[in-house]
């Protein structure tokens, strides 16, 4: 140790703590040691076991999963649905719905694949992806899928209202969601599964 070290004391909990720090050494390209750099400091338990990623909720949707009680999760007798334009077949949403022109899953998906509703675009007002809609416990939830023209949320007895793009907004039956070129989604009552 240098002169200027000499009077360094470390504490046993300082001690142990450097006991578990990862130390590279730093070399001119003479070949020479410069010094070490600290590239971080890691609990026993992570140098013995794998750290664990933490995630936080990625969407509105999972942030509301999050508060419902554990008896509300997906034991289902009945499902919301819902129907494009004045098409007679509903899509229901026993499962996540993606709409749009060219719907697609995302490239890493996690849980249950989502239903793909297809719509037509002449004019291409409707994204490939434009919109997703989801039932969590007994709420609808819709989201923009970051949308190039947006979509337009009417509830019953409000004023329209456009999303941002990657907005989520919890709907009610009676809703009516207008993604463009004549495109409207029409949010229908719980029904019993059978």
Avoid: C, W
Avoid at 32 to 39: A, E, L
Avoid at 44 to 63: C, F, G
Avoid at 164 to 190: A, C, F, K, Y
Wanted: charged content about 25%; aromatic content about 2%; proline content about 7%.
């Amino acid at each position: 140790m240098t002169e200027e070290l000499d009077d360094t004391r470390t504490s046993p909990t300082r001690a142990a703590a450097l006991e578990r720090v990862e130390v590279i050494r730093v070399a001119h390209p003479s070949g020479d040691v410069v010094g070490d750099t600290v590239m971080s400091i890691r609990s026993a338990a992570e140098l013995v076991e794998p750290a664990r990623q933490k995630t936080s909720p990625r969407s509105v949707t999972d942030a509301i999963s999050a508060f419902l009680p554990a008896s509300s999760a997906p034991a289902r007798a009945a499902s919301y649905s819902f129907r494009v334009g004045n098409r007679a077949e509903t899509v229901m949403l026993d499962r996540p719905a993606r709409v749009g022109r060219e719907p697609a899953v995302t490239r890493i998906s996690t849980g249950v694949s989502p239903r793909l509703v297809r719509v037509s675009s002449p004019r291409n007002e409707v994204s490939g992806t434009h919109l997703e809609v989801r039932q969590v416990g007994a709420s609808v939830i819709v989201t923009d899928l970051r949308s190039t023209n947006g979509s337009v949320v009417t509830q019953p007895g409000s004023v329209p209202r456009k999303l941002r793009q990657g907005e989520s907004v919890v709907v009610t039956p009676g809703t009516l969601v207008d993604i463009g070129d004549g495109n409207i989604l029409h949010i229908l009552p719980m029904q019993r599964l059978g």
